[in-house]
């Protein structure tokens, strides 16, 4: 009996200092279950795959390998609404009709984020992808963009040089016909970087073997981290993802960069102490943005905004946005030109007129009067977008749309880009390849007195039925140069080559539908042959 006193003594003692532990534990069991029983805002928003795929895994395979299908259906069955579809990311995706983009562009960011949402969908805690560096965007808009007046030769200078570089050659060297088959994927790859580096970093730099090495690398092993990654399970990803190759190449195309631009910002740095004349360049701006706090201002620069490893991080993310994007469409176009001599008839007679006028200068103006080129390669991003989805945001923050639904954080939302540009409630014949498409419709808009229509059928304007450059405050800002350089690489091709698909292939080359993004089959030659 004394024992047992002695032991109630003991446990009443200690008591006081367990209530609080006990305390807690009682109130997260309360939470858990009370959290548990809470209605799900999303639950009233159907989604697509559920009959044929029950199941998150089932969900989440068919996406890997039918996205573009899943997203149609959503669409076809649910245009004027909200549907919700399984994707390899983690975040419940919400993907919402167009009609709801005029509210949710308004939102400010701290609502819905566009770099939150890239962060998932490019899994930038292991590709190390910068995205919220606000000094780029900011930069391609205030220094970029207004430069291309002047820049325009420059960059149809380039084309020419890269062009009697990569492609030239081959050509030359073919002795088994008149014609010879180039990879043009493989060659616009170089070709753009070159391009893109006249600008971004100078002539002389832009065709050091070191600098094509790394952009070219870095933008290749980028899609292909990302492709690596986003098939792996969400759970084994915190333990595995480091591990994967595609992800550890990633770094040295950073080690290499640095190494490359190190003297390169160091000898910057000594003409700026002796008061020499700068460079004009994107490399320069980024280091004047920095020296004059534009970082700080509009970004997350740290303490190291002008170290050299911050500079080649963000030559190399702008690298990755200009090649890759760029070499994507200008393959599309050149594929669809390869299956069709009379539309690359019609692009060359234009492209000669437009540039006659002009005095063989591609000029701001000459570049604007290249109506059917322009509508010609508006429509193969029509037709051919590089993504089934546009305005992707993370909601960081819960908000209501005007029909009442309620949008939890955490969640993202998308518009389902490809679905709306099949739609024949937008696109007449949406199913048909029309490069006249654009020229007709901004035609017939400019002979009603519609000037503004007829804007939204150029290459570069963005509208709630146009979103492969995006939507709202967040569209593509280096589209206006992307532009530019497609349309003079494309001038170029047409007005010094014919070209034609390989033997025995009758219709264009089909494309690789790879997860949510549609790639032209890079492993196809084009037969080229000198005009």
């Excluded at 109630?8 to 858990?32: D, M, R, V, W």
């Excluded at 980028?222 to 492709?227: G, I, L, Y």
């Excluded at 305005?391 to 993202?412: A, D, E, H, T, Y």
């Amino acid at each position: 009996m004394a024992l047992l006193a002695q032991l109630a003594h003991s446990a009443s003692a200690l008591l006081p200092l367990f209530l609080p532990s006990i305390a807690a534990i009682i109130a997260f069991a309360l939470f858990q279950r009370f959290h548990f029983f809470a209605p799900n805002p999303l639950s009233n928003i159907p989604t697509v795959g559920d009959e044929e795929y029950p199941g998150y895994e089932k969900k989440r395979q068919a996406y890997l390998t039918k996205a573009k299908d899943l997203y149609v259906e959503g669409y076809n069955k649910f245009k004027h609404g909200l549907f919700r579809i399984v994707t390899p990311n983690a975040s419940s995706v919400i993907v919402v009709s167009p009609s709801f983009l005029g509210e949710l562009q308004k939102l400010p960011d701290d609502v819905v984020s566009f770099d939150a949402a890239i962060d998932e969908t490019m899994h930038t805690k292991y590709t190390l992808l910068t995205t919220h560096e606000a000094v780029l965007p900011h930069t391609v808009k205030s220094s970029l963009t207004p430069a291309l007046p002047r820049l325009n030769p420059q960059i149809s200078e380039e084309v020419q040089i890269a062009f009697s570089q990569e492609i030239a050659p081959l050509i030359s060297d073919s002795s088994s016909s008149d014609w010879a088959p180039v990879n043009i994927n493989s060659k616009l790859l170089r070709i753009v970087a070159k391009v893109s580096g006249r600008v971004f970093i100078g002539p002389e730099l832009c065709q050091d073997e070191r600098y094509l090495s790394a952009a070219v690398g870095y933008t290749v092993s980028v899609m292909e981290a990302q492709r690596a990654v986003e098939k792996m399970s969400p759970w084994l990803r915190p333990f595995a993802a480091w591990r994967l190759k595609e992800v550890r190449r990633l770094a040295q195309w950073e080690r290499d960069a640095m190494a490359f631009l190190r003297p390169v910002v160091d000898a910057r740095r000594e003409k700026q102490r002796k008061g020499e004349e700068m460079d004009n360049d994107m490399l320069q701006w980024l280091m004047d943005s920095a020296d004059q706090g534009q970082g700080k201002q509009h970004g997350k620069w740290g303490e190291d905004t002008t170290t050299t490893r911050k500079l080649a991080r963000l030559q190399l993310v702008i690298s990755f946005a200009a090649i890759h994007t760029t070499t994507l469409v200008t393959t599309h176009a050149v594929y669809s030109l390869a299956a069709d001599k009379g539309l690359q008839a019609m692009l060359r007679e234009e492209i000669q007129e437009v540039l006659e006028e002009h005095d063989g200068v591609f000029t701001t103006s000459a570049l604007q009067a290249m109506k059917k080129t322009d509508s010609f390669l508006k429509e193969t991003m029509r037709f051919h977008p590089l993504s089934q989805t546009s305005f992707s945001r993370k909601v960081l923050k819960p908000f209501v749309l005007s029909n009442g639904q309620v949008i939890p954080k955490g969640s993202i939302i998308e518009v389902p880009n490809y679905a709306v540009s099949r739609d024949p409630e937008v696109y007449s014949n949406p199913n048909m390849f029309d490069p006249l498409r654009f020229y007709n419709l901004r035609n017939e808009a400019r002979g009603k007195g519609e000037m503004e229509q007829a804007a939204t059928s150029q290459f570069v304007s963005v509208n709630k039925d146009f979103l492969t450059f995006g939507y709202g405050r967040h569209a593509c800002p280096g589209r206006f140069f992307a532009a530019n350089e497609i349309k003079m690489i494309l001038a170029h091709l047409v007005m010094t080559y014919e070209m034609g698909l390989v033997e025995g292939e009758t219709e264009r080359y089909k494309d690789w539908d790879i997860v949510a993004g549609t790639i032209p089959d890079p492993t196809k030659d084009v037969m080229f042959r000198k005009l």
